[in-house]
């Protein structure tokens, strides 16, 4: 047994040491000569243990809370962002994130599919969100009205016009102020249809062959005419109008843009630019 007040050895049934008297500590193991009494901690190695405790516990704290706050706080989200626009075929995704801790969420955005504008005369089936095109174009159909049942648009030729309307008589006169008054004279060519309206789209042209602008008609370069009915199957009438445009240069040289035709039974048959100057008996 060491003296821990000389660091004598003694035997372990000493009491006192034999070199200095100090009383020696007691015995316990009872049969470890070689045993010692653990040296008792000194009051600054004591000190220091327990501030390191102290600090290890602080620590181990404030991770607990900080684990508690960010599992359960509750977030403060931003708006949805999306990242990527789903498409017809393929999905997208948006995301918010938290303005406390920036955690983000991801949400997926289905893909839409298509979705289809049928097919027209001109046009296949197509996707009116991503232009996807399928199939082929209807194509035009050709009615007894000389118009596509479809779209309406006029389908009269050259060849049809003599079945549809002639235009026996057309006369110009030009008043004192430029004023230009038409004189016409319609056959109803159809064999089975009332004509109820003719409504005309007309341009004129001077004597060098430049088309003439209305001098009180804000720049305009056509006038509009109508006729009202009834014009029977194969019967024919004049109509006379007053000034439907005003240019003193007028040649006496125009051009039937436009000639859209009503019938009773509620049809139309439209003649486009170039089709329409086929009326013109003298012309063709």
């Known amino acids: 047994m060491k003296c821990i007040n000389c660091g004598k050895d003694n035997p372990i049934e000493n009491k006192f040491c034999s070199e200095c008297g100090a009383p020696l ?16 901690s000194s009051p600054k190695r004591n000190g220091k243990k327990i501030a390191l405790r102290a600090v290890l516990i602080s620590l181990l704290a404030i991770v607990v809370i900080f684990l508690c706050w960010y599992l359960f706080h509750p977030h403060q989200y931003s708006v949805w962002t999306t990242v990527k626009e789903a498409t017809c075929t393929s999905d997208g995704y948006r995301t918010r994130t938290c303005s406390l801790c920036r955690k983000t969420e991801t949400e997926t955005l289905s893909a839409t599919g298509h979705s289809w504008k049928a097919a027209t005369c001109t046009e296949p089936k197509t996707c009116i969100r991503c232009g996807l095109k399928e199939g082929s174009a209807l194509g035009h159909s050709k009615n007894d009205s000389y118009n596509c049942s ?19 008589r057309q006369t110009w006169e030009i008043n004192s102020v430029g004023g230009i008054e038409p004189t016409i004279t319609f056959k109803n060519k159809s064999s089975t249809k009332t ?21 009180i008609g804000f720049g305009q370069t056509t006038a509009s005419m ?13 109509v006379y109008w007053n000034p439907v445009f005003y240019n003193s240069t007028f040649g006496h040289t125009l051009n039937f843009k436009k000639i859209e035709i009503q ?6 048959t439209t003649l486009e630019d170039g089709v329409a100057n086929e009326t013109v008996v003298s012309w063709r």
């Open 263 to 268: 019938y009773t039974d509620g049809t139309t």
């Open 25 to 40: 500590p007691e015995n316990t193991t009872g049969f470890n000569d070689c045993a010692q009494p653990a040296a008792e």
């Open 150 to 168: 479809r779209c309406g648009l006029g389908m009269a030729t050259k060849s049809d016009v003599p079945n549809i309307l002639d235009i026996t």
């Open 195 to 215: 004509i109820k309206y003719i409504d005309l789209t007309v341009e004129f042209f001077n004597s060098v062959g430049d088309k003439l602008t209305n001098d």
């Open 226 to 238: 109508q006729y009202t009915g009834p014009l029977k199957p194969g019967a024919s009438e004049t």
